[in-house]
């Protein structure tokens, strides 16, 4: 049971994955971030995603309100972008039936397939302000696969999120039925993966602030 905390959760009618702390910090960053593209690997039942896009929704009705216009969401260019190597159809169904899902463009297939990242890539041109989340598949290569593939996309002044950092400090085989452990899996990658990228760093802030995120050295911000 003590391992099904994060399943506790929905967001906006949608289950999401993830920590009540660690969905504040999502929209704190995309509050102070502004961005207009969001780009989320790992998808599962949607609430993140669903999560990114009513954030943007509200980026959108405080720019229409500080104009003084009006905003049909359908026409806003504020988009998530999510990815899944296994898009389950009662998720998709709910997903683009969601209030939402004018907002959210999904590909399915590995996120670091050459032609998903290609997909990506292209449909991320255009937009200024870039955010990116990685919670999919938690292994050190895939992670790092991950980071070389849309770290960078993320735009200057944004963040890159590398989730379930903190299974390395978790004992060992603890996920006994994951292939991720101890000294295989995102703090792991993320460590070497900055060690060539200087130009983004940990920001310490946002973890010190939350005590208890599933994200310890993951708050990855681009000079």
């Known amino acids: 049971m003590h391992k099904k905390y994060v399943y506790n959760y ?3 009618g949608r289950p999401i994955i993830q920590y009540p702390q660690d969905m504040v910090a999502i929209q704190e960053l995309v509050w102070t971030v502004r961005p207009d593209l969001i780009i989320e690997t790992g998808i599962a039942h949607g609430g993140s995603l669903i999560l990114s896009a009513s954030m943007l929704a509200m980026l959108d009705m405080c720019d229409a309100i500080e104009a003084g216009t009006t905003i049909d969401p359908r026409q806003s260019s504020r988009k998530v972008i999510g990815i899944d190597i296994d898009i389950r159809e009662h998720n998709r169904a709910a997903i683009e039936a969601h209030p939402m899902a004018s907002r959210i463009q999904m590909f399915q297939g590995s996120s670091i397939g050459a032609e998903v990242v290609k997909q990506v890539h292209d449909a ?15 292994t050190h290569d895939h992670v790092l696969g991950e980071l070389d593939a849309y770290a960078p996309l993320v735009s ?3 963040y890159c ?3 379930d950092t903190f299974v390395d400090d978790m004992p060992p085989k603890f996920f006994a039925d994951r292939p991720w452990d101890v000294g295989n899996n995102p703090k792991t990658a993320t460590r070497q993966w900055l060690k060539s990228h ?13 005590m208890v995120t ?7 911000k681009r000079d």
């Open 156 to 158: 200057k002044g944004s």
């Open 124 to 138: 991320a041109k255009g937009y200024q302000k870039v955010m990116v989340f990685l919670d999919s598949m938690h």
């Open 10 to 12: 929905d967001w906006l």
């Open 161 to 163: 999120v590398v989730f």
């Open 198 to 210: 200087p130009d983004f760093k940990v920001d310490p802030a946002m973890e010190s602030r939350l």
């Open 214 to 220: 599933v994200a310890p050295e993951g708050f990855l």
